[in-house]
């Protein structure tokens, strides 16, 4: 039994592009239809594979940003400038076109509502996606595990989810969301208008002394930042995951 | 102090499931130099061309070597002590 | 052929100069931080670049020292085993041949060392003959440390990995000694224009 799941974990797949949504104007998400998805937990990854017609080869992994939906598996993909990958997936994809892809991968940066709380999430730029994938788990199973969610982007126009944390964070009383904004904040901005440092983990994050799960996920100076902090602070660097998504995106 | 370009262990997730049949992000491994137990997925994986190079986060040993190989992945053993996967 | 991506072609090149790319690699405009652990961080005071093992007597140089030593301006292409080739890059070093000058020896190959712990291997006569340099500016500006800095090997007849990064110095040996990669199932030479990736190749 087991041996067949992570058979169908390992074998590339071809997915369907059922959607696409513009998240931002360099993140849109992809809705993609998945024929032997077996289920995936929120924080799991996939890996797609890109085939050239000369048969060159270039893989990258994306954060699925959507709890288990059936055979639904979104990713949200932001654009990097001279990406050699980032480019065709938000630029040129279209609905209707197949992408090759493996998964779920991951058992370390996941996180279900059975596992408990409280939980802090940290999430810079496109870090955010995998966290949101546990956020709305924790909202759709109606877990009352307290959540803390800081997430840092360089501008409003930026903020991926913008209108669904905003009600989020409405109607759900056990869930509150900090933001900053790194480079340009609105008139009348009421969030954090700086990066990320210890002053910020220490007003916005859970005290040690309730011994969240904390999740970190985005660039490589961001989850420095945030898991030395958190550490700084007297945090276990055991309950601190952490996924670095690396200098070169692409 | 140095600029550090690694990424975490769960970024080799799909190698590491082809190579040992089971996710092994959740994996425990130990180090031989330092005796620091990590689970993988917080091991510093730094992709550095020809491979990737899993180091201990406490004393920068390198555990694991990953290499695409001609034909298929490999992955060496350098100072990994021992593995042990999740239940 | 299985799966084709409708539309994708990656970043590179089509239209490359005939003869210039070595079997099996694509030109890329990029030039990606790529390295096996933490970049050290080298004082420049502390810098030092020594040749030692089969010499009559070890030699040292400073940074200063390096820097008064003849220096050349190179442009070369630079292929990595990855499959990406980068053309014309601009360097400026010190020819090896020129630390090697009054070091007299009958050793045969090199143990190339670095700070952080690198290491790669190369016949001796292979560093020499105009063939490498310790290249400590790069298009013009200082070195950055991702890149290597402040000084690296740099071999380009040979693939990529053999241009040590933040080098320190040069053990001579009478018996080949594969380095770090070559110690990870790759080719213990590494001639790009016969495909030697790989050990066996």
């Known amino acids: 039994m087991a041996r067949a799941a992570i058979r169908g974990r390992l074998t590339w797949q071809v997915a369907e592009v059922v959607d696409r949504i513009d998240e931002t104007p360099r993140v849109r998400s992809l809705v993609l239809e998945c024929p032997a998805w077996i289920g995936h937990l929120p924080g799991q990854h996939v890996d797609v594979r890109l085939t050239a017609e000369d048969g060159y080869q270039t893989e990258r992994s994306y954060s699925i940003g959507t709890p288990a939906d059936g055979r639904r598996v979104t990713i949200s993909?932001?654009?990097?400038?001279?990406?050699?990958?980032?480019?065709?997936?938000?630029?040129?994809?279209?609905?209707?076109?197949?992408?090759?892809?493996?998964?779920?991968?991951?058992?370390?940066?996941?996180?279900?509502?059975?596992?408990?709380?409280?939980?802090?999430?940290?999430?810079?730029?496109?870090?955010?996606?995998?966290?949101?994938?546990?956020?709305?788990?924790?909202?759709?199973?109606?877990?009352?595990?307290?959540?803390?969610?800081?997430?840092?982007?360089?501008?409003?126009?930026?903020?991926?989810?913008?209108?669904?944390?905003?009600?989020?964070?409405h109607d759900q009383p056990g869930v509150a969301i900090v933001q900053t904004l790194t480079r340009a904040q609105p008139a009348g901005w009421t969030g954090y208008g700086r990066r990320v440092d210890r002053e910020m983990l220490a007003d916005v994050a859970w005290p040690a002394s309730e011994e969240p799960r904390c999740y970190a996920c985005g660039p490589t100076g961001f989850v420095e930042a945030v898991a030395s902090a958190l550490v700084d602070l007297g945090h276990q660097p055991q309950k601190i995951r952490t996924e670095r998504f690396g200098p070169t995106g692409g | 102090?140095?600029?550090?370009?690694?990424?975490?262990?769960?970024?080799?997730?799909?190698?590491?499931?082809?190579?040992?049949?089971?996710?092994?992000?959740?994996?425990?491994?130990?180090?031989?130099?330092?005796?620091?137990?990590?689970?993988?997925?917080?091991?510093?994986?730094?992709?550095?061309?020809?491979?990737d190079v899993v180091r201990c986060p406490g004393c920068t040993s390198v555990l694991l070597v990953a290499t695409p190989g001609p034909d298929r992945p490999r992955v060496y053993f350098s100072s990994l002590r021992w593995l042990q996967p999740s239940s | 052929m299985g799966f084709i991506s409708r539309g994708f072609r990656g970043r590179r090149q089509v239209d490359a100069p005939e003869g210039r790319i070595p079997p099996g690699q694509y030109v890329t405009p990029d030039f990606p931080v790529l390295s096996a652990g933490p970049t050290p961080d080298v004082g420049l005071d502390a810098w030092r670049f020594e040749i030692t093992g089969q010499v009559d007597a070890p030699r040292a140089w400073t940074w200063q020292e390096l820097q008064a030593l003849p220096a050349e301006d190179v442009t070369v292409d630079i292929h990595c085993v990855t499959k990406w080739t980068k053309l014309d890059t601009s360097w400026r070093g010190v020819s090896v041949d020129t630390l090697l000058e009054d070091v007299p020896t009958a050793a045969e190959f090199v143990t190339a060392h670095a700070y952080g712990g690198y290491?790669?291997?190369?016949?001796?006569?292979?560093?020499?003959?105009?063939?490498?340099?310790?290249?400590?500016?790069?298009?013009?500006?200082?070195?950055?440390?991702?890149?290597?800095?402040?000084?690296?090997?740099?071999?380009?007849?040979?693939?990529?990995?053999?241009?040590?990064?933040?080098?320190?110095?040069?053990?001579?040996?009478?018996?080949?000694?594969?380095?770090?990669?070559?110690?990870?199932?790759?080719?213990?030479?590494?001639?790009?224009?016969?495909?030697?990736?790989?050990?066996?190749?």
Not at chain 1, 112 to 125: I, K
Not at chain 1, 140 to 168: F, H, K, N, Q
Not at chain 2, 23 to 51: I, K, Q, W
Not at chain 3, 129 to 146: R, S
């Open chain 1, 77 to 169: 993909v932001e654009r990097i400038d001279d990406g050699e990958v980032s480019p065709y997936l938000v630029d040129e994809l279209r609905v209707g076109d197949r992408l090759e892809l493996r998964g779920p991968i991951g058992g370390y940066f996941v996180w279900s509502p059975g596992d408990g709380g409280p939980l802090l999430l940290a999430g810079g730029g496109s870090g955010i996606v995998p966290l949101m994938a546990m956020l709305r788990a924790r909202v759709t199973a109606g877990s009352e595990v307290a959540v803390r969610l800081l997430m840092s982007a360089r501008s409003i126009d930026e903020v991926i989810y913008r209108d669904e944390l905003a009600a989020i964070s």
């Open chain 2, 1 to 51: 102090m140095t600029s550090d370009t690694h990424v975490d262990g769960n970024a080799l997730g799909g190698l590491l499931m082809e190579v040992f049949g089971r996710e092994m992000t959740d994996a425990l491994g130990c180090c031989v130099s330092c005796g620091a137990v990590n689970e993988v997925g917080a091991l510093f994986v730094y992709r550095s061309g020809p491979g």
């Open chain 3, 119 to 201: 290491t790669t291997n190369l016949p001796l006569e292979d560093l020499t003959g105009g063939k490498a340099w310790i290249a400590y500016l790069f298009d013009g500006a200082p070195l950055e440390p991702e890149h290597g800095g402040p000084a690296r090997l740099l071999v380009p007849h040979l693939y990529f990995w053999k241009s040590a990064k933040w080098v320190r110095g040069f053990e001579l040996r009478d018996e080949d000694k594969p380095g770090f990669w070559e110690g990870y199932g790759y080719h213990n030479y590494g001639d790009p224009w016969r495909e030697q990736r790989y050990a066996g190749d």
